[in-house]
Nanobody, 115 residues
Framework: QVQLVESGGGLVQPGESLRLSCAAS????????MGWYRQAPGKQRELVAA???????NYLDSVKGRFTISRDNAKNTVYLQMNNLKPEDTAVYYC?????????WGQGTQVTVSS
């Protein structure tokens, strides 16, 4: 059974940081393209950051320079370090694991940025 379990969300003030973690089980983690998506109320889910084709990374333009995706294959975990958070980063953040034709999602973790 595949499980992706996110943690690390919460309520922070603008300018603060959070680190999200996603622990995977039931998959051969190191061969999967891992990523983070987010969905704000009333908006479509969007890609925030992801590994593609091995160690290459892809970022949403609005988070470049502020967010960093990383992975620890020994721990089957992918991280999203989020610095200088802004109110527009408020959303539910989802972990994703892709290896065609498989596509798995976590349950999401809420990130709220508000003063």
């Amino acid at each position: 059974q595949v499980q992706l379990v996110e943690s690390g969300g919460g309520l922070v003030q603008p300018g603060e940081s959070l680190r999200l973690s996603c622990a995977a089980s039931g998959i051969f983690f190191s061969v999967y393209d891992m990523g983070w998506y987010r969905q704000a109320p009333g908006k479509q889910r969007e890609l925030v950051a992801a590994f593609t084709s091995g160690d290459s990374t892809n970022y949403l333009d609005s988070v470049k320079g502020r967010f960093t995706i990383s992975r620890d294959n020994a721990k089957n975990t992918v991280y999203l370090q989020m610095n200088n958070l802004k109110p527009e980063d408020t959303a539910v953040y989802y972990c994703n694991a892709k290896l065609y034709p498989f596509d798995y999602w976590g349950q999401g973790t809420q990130v709220t940025v508000s003063s």
